[in-house]
Structures are given as C-alpha cells and as structure tokens.
C-alpha cells in the first residue's frame, strides 16, 4: 500500500544548483499535483497535471518545471535553485474531477528542501 | 476575502471536551469541501468529505452552510490523539481539480 511516493525525503542545495523531485503513485489517478508549504503560508500549488499530458500552472510556479512522466510519476524541477524555495514539498494525486465533483488528494509523505 | 479563512488557534481543550471550528470561503459556486488532519512535520491526510446534508463519521461531525458560505468541524469526546493541525479544504474557483487549502487551526488536546 505505497499509495504516493515522494524522493528524496531530505535535500540540500546551494544556491544555483538544479535538482529533480520525483513523485509515484500507485492508485491510479488520473490527477497529480505539486505543493509547497511554509511556516504561516499554508498549503499553495506549484503546478498540478489534471490528467496524463497535461499539465497547468498553479498559485506559485515561477522557478519551476513539471514532467507528467506518465501516469504514474509527476516530476517537479528546480533549474536554479533560490534561498527563497526552502520549503517543504509535497505531492498529491487524486481522481480528479468525476460526476460527483472533485475527489479527494492524497499525499506522498514530503520532500525537506534546504537551500543555502 | 481571502477563499478559505480559518481560525488559527490554538485551541487547548481537556480529554472529552466537545470542539468546533469554523472555516469560511469565498467562492460560492465551490462545489466539493473536505477536512483534512496534518500532524506536525507530516504529510495532510483527509479527515472526512463534507457533504450538503452534514455528514458524520465516529466522534467527528461536519456540516456545511451554503448560504453563508462556511463548513465546521465539531470533535465530540476528545483524544489526545486528536492534537493536530485541522485544515479546511474548498475546490478552487474556475477549476474542477484544484482545491485550496486553509492555513489550519491547531488543536491541542491536554491529558
């Protein structure tokens, strides 16, 4: 019961490096999305794939890439990384929108970005 | 108005003290609502889905008002295992897959 899959758990960069996050999951959802969280900020959505081959920005996408590899992974990319991208990284998938509205996220246990 | 406004607390309560929080959101044509728990340093897991009739699971309560555009949570018969962070989840305006979530109202249940 794997349900979302996140790696790395813990990371450190410095600043101007690039680095992949990779996310799994095994539930087969149709949606995948990319969080960050912040002390005081709340939960905001970097970029989300409503379904495979697509994918839309969310409330917080600059500095950021996705790839809906498939339906299973959805990877998040930092081409340059930022002090001001310390933050925590969590994946979600869920089955998107279905006749009875929109279901559900589910999520990877998280990613601890450190940037110095 | 920000879309969804919660109550950050904290909220201290005894073991077996009954607990409401209230969430607000903008939007009025959000068409799903769920609660979420995240423990500290954790990933968010779903509490419940909040339903137009109110809906209940164990000790846990939600209900939902339309009109006035807010849903609430209520614990009967608190559990020191029901510390945590409550999170109040609407869908997004002008999209049917994204939700926002609210910053969180942290309970602390004391023995």
């Known amino acids: 019961n794997a349900g979302v899959t996140q790696t790395p758990k813990f990371q450190v960069l410095k600043t101007g490096q690039s680095m992949t996050l990779q996310c799994a999951q095994d539930?087969?959802?149709?949606?995948m999305y990319w969080y960050r969280q912040d002390p005081g900020m709340g939960l905001r959505l970097i970029y989300y794939?409503?379904?495979?081959?697509?994918?839309d920005k969310g409330e917080v996408p600059n500095g950021y890439n996705v790839s809906r590899l498939n339906k299973r992974e959805f990877s998040l990319r930092l081409e340059s990384a930022a002090p001001s991208q310390t933050s925590v990284y969590f994946c979600?998938?869920?089955?998107?929108?279905?006749?009875?509205?929109?279901?559900?996220?589910?999520f990877g246990d998280g990613t601890r970005l450190s940037i110095l | 108005r920000k879309e969804v406004e919660q109550d950050p607390g904290p909220f201290n309560v005894p073991e077996g003290a009954t607990v409401a929080f209230n969430c607000t959101y903008s939007?009025?044509?959000?068409?799903?609502f769920f609660w979420y728990r995240q423990d500290c340093r954790k990933e968010p897991k779903l509490l419940m889905s909040?339903?137009?009739s109110g809906n209940e699971d164990g000790r846990f309560t939600a209900q939902l008002n339309r009109a006035s555009q807010y849903i609430s949570l209520l614990i009967r018969d608190s559990k020191l295992s029901d510390s945590a962070t409550y999170l109040c989840?609407?869908?997004?305006?002008?999209?049917?897959?994204?939700?926002?979530f609210g910053k969180g109202t942290l309970l602390t249940v004391n023995p």
């Open positions: 979600a998938s869920s089955y998107g929108y279905t006749g009875t509205g929109i279901q559900p996220q589910h």
């Open positions: 539930m087969n959802h149709n949606s």
């Open positions: 794939s409503a379904s495979e081959g697509t994918t």
């Open positions: 939007n009025s044509a959000s068409q799903s």
């Open positions: 909040v339903y137009s």
């Open positions: 989840v609407v869908t997004s305006g002008g999209s049917n897959y994204k939700l926002t």
